[in-house]
């Protein structure tokens, strides 16, 4: 039996005692079942009430951080408190049951799985950015649906990926997120231009 006195270095817990911390289970978040869903749906609805926490969450760290006067690991940490107000807007009203449980009993367990549904949609973003290509990226949705031939590619986008117009709010001009996007002459696709190399 461990000792809650002892304050080893085991487990990745650093200076923190030991707890009887239970692993959490595999966050499902792609599912017909609407109670899935609606765990994204909460994630992006946090992003939209909140949109000045939301572009720090999204910023660059380092960037932020000299314009702030402050070092990295200082926005890193202020970071980790975003993820977690993510979490809480998330998990606290999950329809299950057990999920909330351990939500309650260890919510930093949950920043976690919110950063790689972050990563998720940002892959799946920028994949249906690619059926656009580099300069449709770069236009709003609005901009899209004026031009016939883009209407049809976004409504085959939002088809399968409904958070798309919600994200490319959010991403469209972040190049950390918006990796398709190129900011030179819209008569020249350096993203494909680029792939060749590669």
Sequence with gaps: ??????????????????????????????????????????????????????????????????NEGRRRQQMSMQKEVYFQQVADAVFTHDHNLHIRQLYAQYPSVFIKPIKSRF??????????????????????????REKPEMKRLLDKILNTFPWWEDLHGFWRMNPSYNTVFSTGDPGQDFAMEAQQFF
Excluded at 40 to 59: D, G, H, M, Q, V
């Design 1 to 66: 039996s461990s000792s809650t006195r002892g304050r080893g270095r085991g487990r990745g817990l650093g200076n923190a005692p030991a707890t009887p911390m239970e692993r959490i289970p595999k966050i499902q978040w792609d599912d017909k079942d609407p109670n899935i869903r609606a765990r994204t749906a909460r994630l992006i609805s946090w992003c939209n009430t909140y949109p000045e926490t939301r572009i720090k969450l999204f910023s660059d760290s380092h960037q932020e951080a000299v």
């Design 119 to 144: 990563q998720s949609l940002r892959k799946k973003y920028n994949d249906a950015n690619k059926t656009l290509g580099a300069t449709g990226a770069g236009l709003t949705a609005m901009e899209l």
